[in-house]
């Protein structure tokens, strides 16, 4: 049974809601409806992605497509000015959920980014902003739960179909923001994207969308939920795609240009910009090269809360992950899933390939929540999302 909406009497004890939402430190807990509590009332739901994402992917584009979907999440928190609200990570966009005092702030950093994605990366970006009202209007609710991916980071999660429907509703031209000017610059601080594609060790990176046909809190689907996190017990055969030490690093990165495009300071020449991030890369390479400490910066250090603070599974209306699995766990995975779809349990995407993606958001790295979202190299939650839609 779900639980009761909050009341609070106060602008500010609504503020607090996010932290005082429960938080759970397993993740085979996470179709536990009992953990997850409703938004106040008078909150709205943000929303953007990627305009034919898919075709961006095709065109080898996705780590510029994962920088403009991270990009949403960094510009709106650094708008918000430490103000700890939730998000999730889509691969080709992002969602979140901010009290009414912040929405006119969230919404012109959501636009900005929009504009940004749109000129900048010539990505061209849908956003918008949904009530609560309205979402619980059409029979719905965004519920919120936290998950502690590590010591010193907690994910939102989410549920009550709310979140899916708001991002229908915005595909389908309503509640859409209006554009930000051509030369809208949202505050990126701590966006980046200097490691590599790590390549599968075990035998094939999946990715896997887990929908449920009916609504969250079905016993089948939570059945099947508690099913294929009972498979993924075992992380000789299926676990984070980061190895232990964090995704290859190489200098100049891959994505410099791109780097460029999100530091790119107004007025700014672009061969003085590429000097200088060619310079703070290298500097920071060698850091990480040789573990070298640099003032509060411990390289070891932050490799290993990379790795336990990666976002590479998660709840948003569905269970997403990106995993490294060896092939026979990802047929008996696929095989689990493909019963659970002909059955009408759940709407199932998947999708293999060799290499995983990692976007970052790290303000300050010598501090221990810097943020890493995971996704397939060539667009798994992409293309994932893609049999989901088709799957009705």
């Not at 554009?179 to 075990?202: F, H, I, K, M």
Request: proline fraction near 6%; include cysteine.
């Amino acid at each position: 049974m779900s639980s009761p909406s909050p009341s609070f009497d106060s602008a500010a004890a609504r503020d607090a809601f996010f932290d005082s939402v429960t938080v759970f430190d397993r993740f085979d807990q996470v179709a536990d409806t009992a953990l997850y509590t409703p938004l106040p009332d008078g909150w709205v739901i943000g929303n953007a992605d990627i305009v034919k994402s898919t075709q961006a992917k095709a065109d080898g584009r996705g780590k510029a497509v994962n920088m403009a979907g991270a990009a949403v999440i960094a510009g709106v928190t650094n708008a918000l000015a430490g103000e700890d609200v939730p998000y999730v990570f889509g691969g080709d966009g992002a969602s979140f959920a901010v009290p009414a005092r912040l929405a006119e702030a969230a919404g012109a950093a959501l636009a900005a980014v929009a504009s940004w994605s749109t000129h900048e990366l010539e990505l061209p970006m849908r956003c918008g902003m949904v009530p609560i009202a309205d979402i619980r209007a059409a029979g719905l609710d965004v519920r919120v739960a936290r998950y502690a991916a590590s010591a010193d980071v907690r994910y939102a999660m989410f549920a009550g179909g709310g979140l899916r429907w708001a991002d229908g509703q915005i595909k389908a031209g309503r509640f859409q923001l209006a554009p930000a000017a051509p030369d809208a610059r949202p505050d990126l601080t701590g966006l980046s994207c200097n490691w590599e594609q790590v390549p599968s060790s075990l035998g094939t990176i999946l990715t896997v969308i887990l929908v449920p046909r009916g609504r969250f809190d079905e016993p089948l689907f939570t059945a099947l939920v508690g099913q294929l996190n009972a498979l993924l017990a075992d992380t000789t055969q299926a676990r984070c795609p980061l190895p232990a030490d964090g995704p290859p690093l190489r200098w100049p990165p891959t994505g410099l240009d791109l780097l460029a495009r999100v530091r790119r300071r107004p007025g700014e020449g672009a061969t003085w910009l590429k000097l200088r991030l060619a310079l703070e890369t290298l500097f920071n390479a060698v850091l990480l090269w040789t573990g070298w400490k640099a003032g509060n910066f411990d390289p070891a250090r932050y490799r290993r809360e990379l790795v336990a603070n990666a976002d590479f599974r998660g709840y948003d209306d569905g269970l997403r992950m990106t995993l490294d699995c060896t092939l026979a766990q990802a047929a008996r995975i696929e095989a689990l899933l493909a019963d659970a779809r002909a059955r009408g349990v759940a709407r199932v995407g998947t999708h293999r390939e060799d290499a995983a993606l990692m976007t970052c958001i790290a303000p300050l790295p010598s501090r221990s929540d810097h943020v890493h979202f995971i996704d397939g190299a060539s667009g798994g939650y992409t293309h994932a999302a893609m049999q989901i839609k088709a799957d009705i």
